[in-house]
Structures are given as C-alpha cells and as structure tokens.
C-alpha cells in the first residue's frame, strides 16, 4: 500500500546530513560501489555501441538509422519492465543484481563478438535490446533497494548522490570508450573489443552486490500472488495503479515524461548535427556527452539544497521552465558552441527532475510496490523518449539543422509544466 506523507511530516525528508555522513553508512556505500560498476559499464557498453553503429566508416547512417541504433538503447526495458518489475518486489533484490550482473556480462560478450564480426540490423540491435534491458532491471533493482540502506529522511540527498555520481560514473564509461577506440580503431574489430571491454563493470556489480547478506536489499513484504507467472502479468497493472493513487508521484511522472520527450528530439538532433553539419565526429559527441555529465554532477551537488529551500513541487516546475529556455535559446542557433551549452543546461535541468521523481517514488510508494512503480518508471519514459526520437527523425532534416523540432522540444517542457502543476496542485 501507499506510504505517502504529508504536512509536518514532509519536512523531515528532506533532512541534510551531508556526504560524508552518508558514505559512513556501510550499507550505502557497498549499494553505491555496486551502481559505479554496473553504470560505467553500461556508459561504455552504450557508447561503444554507438560509436560501432555511428561512427564507424564501415557502415552507413541516416536519420531513420539513428532513431533506430537509439531505439536499440531504450526500449529494451520498456517491454519487460512493467513484468520484471513484479519480480523485484518479490525475489530477494541482492539475488537478482548479482545473477543479473552475471547475465549482462555474457551478454555483452556476446554483442561483441557480433559487432567484431561485421553483423547489422537485427542480430545487433536484438543483442542490445537485451543487454540494455538487463541494465535496466538492474538500475530498478538498485533504486528499489535504496530505502535499506538509509534513513528515510535522508532519500533525497542519498539518492541525489547516488543517482547523480553513478551517471557521472556512466559518462566515465563513455568516455573511456572513446579512449579505447583510439587504441583499438574504429573499425568492427576494434569496436567488438571496445565493447567487450564493458563486462568488467558487470563482474564489479556483481562482486559487490553479493557481499549484501541474503534479504538485506529487500522485499521485506510480499504483496503478490502465490505463482509468479501471474505475479508477473501484474506487474505493470500494480504500478500504474500504486502511481495514479500517489498524487506527488503521478504529477512527478507527468514533469519526467515531457523532460524525456524534449530531450528525445533534441538528442537525435543534436547527433546528426555533430555527424553531418559540424563534421565533429565521436570526439564532439564526447564533449556532448563531457557537458552533460558536468551538468548531472552540478544537479547532484544543489537539488537537495535547492528542494530544501523552495520544496520540491518549485524546483520541479523550474526545473522544466529552465529547460525549455536552454532548448530554444541554445538551440535555435545551431552551432556547435551553443549545442555544447544545451548539452549543460538541459542536462542539469533534467536531472534536478529526474532526482526530484526517484525521490517521490522511494518516499511515498511502499517497499511492497516500490520494484514495479520503478520498472513503470523506466517503460514509461524510455517509450516516451524512443516515440519522440522516431517521429522527429521523420521529418529531421538530414543534417539536424531543424528549427521547427527546437521549438516542439521546447513546447513539451512548458506542457509538461502546466500538466504538473494541474496534477499536484495542494500537495507538496
């Protein structure tokens, strides 16, 4: 059942102890080392995969084709999430992330030894469709498992610091793919090893999450049926239901779908703009992808301070209007160093979102129902993000230079400020 709180109570979750008292948890720390492994190498799986797909001089690509190598990325776990995350909330979670983690690494063996080999089109994306799926159940698995490890009045800082390091952590990931690409080439051969060299992060997870003794991630509580195939096919029904009946996490959820649909559009923007109208390469993606994570790093260090001074219903709504400034003043002129300062500002406005939403969910939804409305979470918006990329690629000019898709990006954020405000309007 729901666990929302509100009145005095609100306040005393956003109590501030600081990092250094949050990393003196052992619990949070080994969940921490746990999420740095898995995320850096998802970033560098991810980044690998692209450079093999889209920067790689053996192989073509088009606007329709980047929709798809992105489509590859996301949408994975928008079709198993809403089941699997059933299973989070009934199979113990230190189980699931280190067989998960075990699995993902011979999966992404597996991905490059297709990718060294030359293979395209269905074999390679059906690869990433599983790997990056199991990434995503294991990211669920770790946010559902945070409530364990700290105190509930400390979730938005703790999970400001988790959420935000380990995607700095990612976009290390990322980066080193860039490095090891200039090592081994960019050909297949040198994009199969490359990509390879990702299922370190996995065999680290793992490590690190079987140190957990047996239940101390949680479920403590198991509210599903007695047979897990129909625990399952619940999985989507209980979290959707368990989100609508929490009013701060629907209006939450209503501000992270425009957030993902802007930056869906502006993404697949921004890459063709780097391929074919600035020629910048893999190297101006990695700046990109520099920026981007600088942006996540700044949200992290002052979203706590910041919904500790206006609330998190302000911060959420400036958090969209700041993003629907940057996309359409840093956007329309499309150049390469105002594209950069977009990549900053909506990146940081993104995250303050985003970490504003995780916390909603862990702090108002029970542990009993927190695995499924996190998996729903993921479907949720990676759908919303892979729709956005596919119906801007159709009519994307073919080198990104669209000014009409800037001020739709743009327009998502200022709906998703309204229906936010609608949705949440007398709760905190």
Not at 283 to 295: I, K, P, S, T
Request: net charge positive; with cysteine; hydrophobic share 55%.
């Amino acid at each position: 059942m729901s666990t929302a709180r509100t009145g005095s109570d609100h306040e005393s979750h956003h109590a501030r102890v600081g990092a250094r008292a949050l990393l003196a948890l052992g619990g949070f720390r080994r969940l921490l080392f746990t999420r740095f492994s898995a995320q850096w190498g998802d970033g560098l799986f991810q980044a690998g995969l692209a450079g093999a797909v889209l920067f790689n001089p053996e192989r073509e690509a088009d606007p329709l084709a980047i929709a798809a190598g992105f489509t590859a990325l996301l949408l994975p776990y928008s079709v198993i999430g809403p089941f699997a995350g059933a299973l989070l909330d009934r199979w113990d979670r230190r189980r699931v992330l280190v067989v998960a983690n075990v699995l993902r690494g011979a999966l992404i063996i597996a991905s490059a030894v297709t990718v060294a080999a030359g293979a395209n089109g269905a074999t390679l994306f059906t690869l990433a469709l599983v790997v990056i799926g199991v990434s995503r159940f294991i990211n669920s698995g770790l946010s559902a498992s945070l409530p364990h490890v700290v105190p509930v009045r400390n979730l938005v800082e703790a999970n400001a610091l988790a959420t935000t390091l380990g995607a700095v952590i990612a976009v290390l990931g990322a980066g080193c793919a860039v490095g090891l690409r200039a090592i081994f080439g960019d050909h297949n051969v040198g994009s199969g090893i490359t990509t390879a060299v990702a299922c370190v992060g996995s065999a680290g997870s793992a490590w690190f999450a079987i140190r957990f003794h047996r239940g101390a991630l949680g479920p403590d509580e198991v509210d599903e049926p007695t047979q897990t195939v129909v625990a399952v096919a619940r999985g989507l029904f209980d979290g959707g239901r368990a989100a609508i009946k929490t009013p701060t996490v629907l209006a939450a959820f209503v501000a992270l779908l425009a957030h993902r649909m802007a930056f869906g559009v502006a993404l697949l923007l921004t890459v063709l703009l780097i391929r074919f109208r600035f020629d910048a390469g893999l190297g101006g993606l990695g700046q990109v992808a520099g920026l981007f994570g600088a942006g996540i790093l700044v949200a992290g260090l002052v979203t706590a301070r910041i919904v500790a001074a206006i609330g998190r219903r302000r911060a959420m709504a400036g958090g969209l209007l700041l993003g629907a400034v940057a996309v359409v003043g840093f956007g329309l002129p499309l150049t390469m160093p105002t594209t950069l300062a977009a990549a900053l500002v909506i990146s940081f406005a993104g995250q303050v979102v985003k970490l504003c939403t995780d916390a909603a969910v862990q702090r108002d939804i029970g542990d009993e129902l927190r695995g499924r409305v996190f998996a729903l979470y993921d479907t949720l918006f990676n759908v919303a993000q892979v729709v956005a990329i596919a119906l801007a690629a159709l009519v994307v000019a073919p080198d990104g230079a669209s000014p009409l898709l800037v001020l739709g990006a743009g327009a998502c954020y200022l709906v998703g400020v309204g229906g936010f405000a609608l949705v949440s309007r007398g709760h905190a």
